[in-house]
Nanobody, 111 residues
Framework: QVQLVESGGGLVQPGGSLRLSCAAS????????VQWYRQAPGKGRELVAV???????LYGDSVKGRSTISRDNATNTVHLQINNLKPEDTAIYYCNSKMYWGQGTQVTVSS
């Protein structure tokens, strides 16, 4: 059984930064593609960032240039750093690998 657990969300002011974490158990994510998605109230799920099993990365247009996705194989964790946060970044952020999803972590950007 694979479990993905997100953490690191919270309330942050515009212009601030957050580092989200996705801790995996049950299978190593070092050899898997891992995605971060987000879903804002009343909107569909949006792809935020991807890290491939070879370490290649891809970012959604909404966070490109201010986000970094990375993987720590020692702790079986994938991180998502978002800088210069904007109110439109407010959403629940989910981690995904294959058919497995975490429960999400809430990010609220507000002054």
């Amino acid at each position: 059984q694979v479990q993905l657990v997100e953490s690191g969300g919270g309330l942050v002011q515009p212009g601030g930064s957050l580092r989200l974490s996705c801790a995996a158990s049950g299978r190593a994510v070092s050899s898997e593609n891992v995605q971060w998605y987000r879903q804002a109230p009343g909107k569909g799920r949006e792809l935020v960032a991807v890290i491939g099993h070879l370490g290649t990365t891809l970012y959604g247009d909404s966070v490109k240039g201010r986000s970094t996705i990375s993987r720590d194989n020692a702790t079986n964790t994938v991180h998502l750093q978002i800088n210069n946060l904007k109110p439109e970044d407010t959403a629940i952020y989910y981690c995904n690998s294959k058919m497995y999803w975490g429960q999400g972590t809430q990010v609220t950007v507000s002054s």
